[in-house]
């Protein structure tokens, strides 16, 4: 459907930008994604998806609002405290934005229903707090062959990376992280910087938008992190791990033979 004049309005800036108009808007519209996780990082990153227009957006959280989660997860509102937050960021982005239909599923994503649910969207945006949910996203992105755009904080520190199992020879999450770490602390230990979220977050939606859009530079096969103390930011490759336990059964000579041929 072409643009109404509501959304020619609401979407200007979008439509403004060479490499979007309304061709790219539209597309927005049509696009689906599923967060995962609407507290800290999914706050930011499901406020300015439905903003930009993304016209289908599930999120996937169990837990219920907390007083102490209002100090970064701007979706929510003292009046929201014992609510499900599925629920209270499903409110908030209907009156943000009346173009997004929200999707909620109040359950908590394993390895048994990751993949019925991730199959159904386009891009999936993991901001999950623990590494259990983090494999099974992943796990379920490369069957799916779906892009995982992939985001964690912690205390003054952020990281973000896309993967993209359906590019030959490109590594998924399990070559970055192939274990669960020593150290798996989380925010409830060693704290967490509130604006950090909305930081890592907004970037998280940015290289989401870029990639339902297809312009720019994807974040692919790298890893940024981003050092809130001293505002620095780095940028370094994923190397792919051939005995990865989720994408290792991918040709090995294919992959050896296009590495060979981008040295050549």
């Known amino acids: ?30 696009s689906s994604v599923l967060v995962i996780g609407a507290g800290g ?29 209002l100090q970064r997860q701007i979706l929510h509102e003292t009046g929201d405290i014992g609510r499900l937050k599925t629920e209270s ?3 908030r982005i209907e009156e943000l934005n009346p173009d997004v239909k929200i999707k909620i599923y109040t359950e908590k994503l394993d390895s048994d229903n990751a993949l019925k ?3 159904q969207y386009d891009i999936i945006a993991d901001g999950s707090d ?3 949910t983090r494999f099974a996203v992943n796990n379920a992105c490369y069957q799916a062959q779906k892009p995982l755009v992939s985001a964690a904080i912690r205390a003054f520190d952020g990281q973000l990376a896309v993967f993209k199992p359906s590019l030959d020879c490109q590594p998924c999450y399990s070559c970055f992280v192939s ?12 704290g967490v910087l509130g604006a950090l979220a909305g930081v890592i977050g907004s970037l998280q939606a940015l290289e989401i938008i870029k990639e339902l859009l297809g312009i720019g530079q994807s974040l692919a096969g790298r890893l940024l992190t ?16 051939p005995s990865c336990p989720v994408c290792s059964s991918r040709n090995e000579t294919a992959c050896d033979n296009k590495k060979k041929s981008l040295m050549a």
Do not use: W
């Not at 274990?179 to 060693?190: A, K, L, N, Y």
């Open 130 to 132: 623990n590494f259990a």
């Open 226 to 241: 981003f050092d809130s103390k001293t505002l620095t930011t780095r940028i370094s490759s994923i190397t792919r791990d």
């Open 179 to 190: 274990s669960h770490p020593e150290d798996e602390r989380g925010c409830s230990d060693v």
């Open 117 to 119: 649910l991730i199959k």
């Open 1 to 30: 459907m072409p643009l109404t004049q509501d959304q020619l309005r609401r979407y200007a800036r979008n439509i403004s930008l060479a490499g979007v108009g309304s061709d790219g808007q539209e597309k927005l519209l049509r």
């Open 41 to 69: 990082l999914g706050s930011a990153a499901i406020s300015y998806l439905a903003a930009a227009g993304v016209g289908h957006i599930g999120i996937v959280d169990y837990d219920r609002v907390e007083l102490s989660n």
């Open 89 to 91: 960021a499903r409110d």
